[in-house]
């Protein structure tokens, strides 16, 4: 069964507007972790921004929040004010026993984003 | 800090032939490291999780006699491609783990920045 799901293949956003990347997750382990990287096309993973299943508050990187929503599993990723540098592929992903160092990343099918100017 | 590199960044080989791919943490030990494999516009897929002197776990599908993977030391991995084919053509991106690290921490695994494999 999958257990990272990005339904939205590809993106379009007007520069300086903000954008909502969709990620739900599947997990039966109480700790977890949420992951979000950038991949732009030169292909290095890029650490966005992270959120602990534990944490109280939505997680904030700068233009970067992770909408979490425990209940519903889902960890969208919020960009405000687009920038044409944020033209990327955008992966979510999760790692199961956060507390345990075995665990390993399961990264979604990934978003293609495209700002225009 | 906590950079990883990967050497080659490129490389092109025949088919049948074998290609080494290494993975080093720059400024600091890593106990783990980890190798993915991703074709175009496609997702990271894990391959294997590399642990210092010991043997590699493979994911299921992958075939561990195809895919060498050996951990020497706590800032070398290496993924050796043997007998290559065209289908083995992708982009090979590992991860490095840095050891001692317990519990949360949202930088825990740092990325090197790939090396694209072509079999021709």
């Known amino acids: 069964a999958q257990k990272i799901t990005q339904t939205q293949p590809g993106m379009f956003v007007q520069e300086k507007e903000a954008v909502t990347l969709d990620c739900t997750y599947d997990?039966?382990?109480?700790?977890?972790?949420l992951f979000w990287y950038k991949q732009p096309s030169s292909g290095e993973m890029i650490f966005l921004i992270y959120?602990?299943?534990?944490?109280?508050q939505n997680a904030t990187e700068g233009r970067y929040s992770l909408n979490f929503q425990k209940a519903r599993k889902s960890a969208n990723l919020v960009i405000s004010a687009s920038q044409l540098g944020d033209s990327a592929m955008y992966f979510c992903?999760?790692?199961?026993?956060?507390?345990?160092?075995?665990?390993?990343?399961?990264f979604g099918q990934g978003t293609e984003l495209s700002v225009k100017p | 800090g906590a950079v990883v590199s990967q050497h080659p960044s490129w490389v092109i080989c025949k088919s049948g032939t074998s290609v080494k791919i290494e993975c080093r943490s720059l400024?600091?030990?890593?106990?783990?490291m980890f190798w993915y494999r991703q074709f175009p516009k496609q997702s990271l897929m894990l391959m294997a999780t590399?642990?210092?002197?010991?043997?590699?776990?493979?994911e299921q599908g992958v075939e561990k006699d195809k895919f060498l993977i050996n951990h020497a030391s706590l800032t070398l991995s290496t993924l050796t491609v043997t007998s290559a084919h065209p289908e083995d053509s992708s982009f090979y991106i590992c991860?490095?783990?840095?050891?001692?690290?317990?519990?949360?921490?949202?930088?825990?695994?740092?990325f090197g920045p790939g090396t694209r494999l072509t079999v021709t």
């Open positions: 992903a999760m790692r199961e026993a956060i507390y345990n160092q075995g665990g390993k990343l399961i």
């Open positions: 959120q602990g299943s534990y944490d109280q």
């Open positions: 991860s490095a783990r840095p050891s001692g690290t317990s519990g949360e921490s949202s930088y825990e695994q740092y």
């Open positions: 590399s642990n210092e002197g010991s043997k590699a776990t493979y």
């Open positions: 997990t039966s382990d109480p700790s977890y972790g």
């Open positions: 400024d600091f030990q890593a106990t783990t």
